[in-house]
């Protein structure tokens, strides 16, 4: 009884795939916030490597991964694909499941497939050194592991309460050489105006986004870094969602649903993206994105022009939001805090492309309970979601006595995570109702964009 | 350039190696310490499954895996064996250093590779609960998972300040379904007893182990488990050895020397033993057994029938021991502060057959932060020891102009002890000398054993 599909290194992908071509329609502009205009490249040359700009309008529908790339993916990739047989026995259903998982890299989830690019296409481009935000730490830790193989420098600005919260990512990241500011900084002119009102500002992604825009953007020698959400960072992660179609193939079985967690939107597109492109080929396969109910961006946000940063000065984008200063409560799946959604997996979910679903997080910890405790991983609170999502496929399979094939992303693990866990098992993790009256009132505050 | 050499699931080994048959010579008697006779089936029958106890003096070379335990360890084995590249580069060496990477297992180490058979076994004789201790929590959170597979509750005495310093391995323990007590409890004599005179007592891992095989000892339906030193325990490691041997193979490698960490001795037994036995087929490999210098137990003990515990209760055993109650100094790499040694490892190192080394822990973690900064993984405090080792290796190779095959053991990841890469990198971390006074006083205090 076969538990886990394995490729080996030549079938780590050669190539990105570009979802843009195959788009339901054309992709709306994205605003420069200063001008209120379409953004130019060089608008974005102060932050982002030329190469990095070029991927995010491209229309070639695959995008060669340089060998330099698929070198440092060989130390985790292929990821394996299980197949969940003893979580099926639990659920006593006939549907088959099957998981994707990405927490055997080094950082512990999917962000390194597109730190490993950005770090590399930056040093290619004479760049010394990187500035990023963090909230929870997956992607500051992804983007300190990254600039170490190339040699950059790496400046995360973590939000302040994150680096008490979250230590350890913390320690990793300056394990790998990077330095960790908390932020709102001395270092800017953001941190610092916070500062000045509010000396104990604990921070938010918001004001870390800003200093580390301002930094990239007020140094030559220095590029800016984003985790999710942005075109290019979508496309590097279809790595995931390549190799799980081929995995598939091994196991003689084609998804009928293929689930992800959503926050920014990458890893949703990763391993969904390169599945929706099968669609051509007529064959029919569900994808669904899964989100907090207190963040719930698709499923009660709105499709329209807003910022991509509580400061406005990073550029609108035609997305689904909940508002530019939303402030979501403090879940334990941070990296699911995100008030907007990529583009791209904004206007498939527009198209009826893709669905949507949201749970709230005590729903997410029992799932991952089941989990842990049937396959043994230790899910993290963000791929928790996904987990509860494929539980209820699968429960539903059992009930309407049908076979179904169901395949789930598990983004990373969650052995830095545990406090989370600790709070679920006492009882005493809080369910969020969704702010309805908050979001209405974000949602007043969109930015008018005349086109 | 090829970095893990991965096998399929029908290539776990089949069978465990065990080398009492090819012992340099017949194995000392284990003494029971009360009455200071050789141990008898019926003495350990209290505490142990028949099953086990046949394992632990059995001399037949092979022992077959059942294929309940085989299913289990699909969820993680084959564990990957990598080519170090990076770290090879870095070091500017003609060697090539591979090394076999046991964190992949659900809690992130080679413990479980011991606790699913234990908790099988168990399982098949009727047994209802396991008692155990730990200290860091690699054990007990290995424990935990495998009993959980199988439905036996789980009862962890878990050293009282490690619950504080570690409190994510606790919550892994708990996520599994495991009871944690903090040792010294009130549920014990033993435990009661230290209560009664020192009431704030930290705990110690003497005390744990007898606090938890008091309670085995005493209650039918519970037996006691233990994370190394026991041949049976050795036994069962040897999965690692042997997937290793299988992955040279196809490097096209055969290491002059394998390089692993020793404790209590299992996971250093787990990796050599398999290649010991190829000294049959006139196969030349060094095996170096490291260890911290501030718990010297081979390279600074003697080799003496000793008690396996502090309060005299376990078996008395021919080892390496620095005295049953001496008290190593807290350094990070918490699975490698066990006074004595694995009878089996201690004979082959009083035969000559196997290499000592230690390391202070400054050494180990400097070597830590040049494989993580090269090979992405971070290691745990205990593996460190195997890397900074080989790195010695690799360096000797480069003055001697050598090539030479490096094979270590990266017997677990670290990312649960960010805390003490936090004192390393701060430069807080303290290197102890050891102590040799102490150990002078400890060996006054062996048993007398007259056969």
Sequence with gaps: MQTKYLLSEDQIPKQWYNIIPDMPGPLAPVINPRTMKPVTPDDLLPIFPMALIAQEVSRERWIPIPDEIREIYKLWRPAPLYRAHRLERMLQTPARIYYKYEGVSPAGSHKPNSAIPQAWYNKQAGIRRLATETGAGQWGSS?????????????????????????????????????????????????????????????????????????????AD??????????????????????????????????DVVIACCGGGSNFAGLAFPFIADRAAGKQVRCMAVEPASCPTLTKGVYAFDYGDTAKIAPISMMYTLGHDFMPPGIHAGGLRYHGESPLVSQLYHAGEIEAKSYKQNACFEGALLFARSEGIVPAPESSHAIRAAIDEAVLAKEEGKEKVILFGLSGHGQLDMGAYDAYLSGNLEDYDYPEQKIREALERLPKVTL
């Excluded at 986004?209 to 140094?219: P, T, Y």
């Excluded at 959400?229 to 081929?246: P, S, W």
């Design 143 to 219: 983007l300190a592991l990254a600039c170490n193989f190339f040699g950059l420098e790496c400046t995360v600005y973590m939000v302040k309460v994150s680096c008490t919260q979250k230590p350890y990512r913390k320690s990793m990241m300056q394990l790998w050489g990077a330095k960790v500011i908390p932020s709102p900084s001395e270092f800017t002119n953001a941190g610092r105006s916070i500062l000045a009102h509010d000396p104990d500002s604990a921070g938010s992604l918001g004001i870390a986004i800003s200093e580390a825009v301002e930094d990239a953007a007020s140094h």
């Design 222 to 255: 220095t590029n800016y870094a984003l985790g999710s959400v942005l075109n290019h960072v979508c496309l590097h992660q279809t790595v995931i969602g390549q190799e799980a179609k081929a995995q598939m193939e091994l196991t003689g079985d084609y998804p």
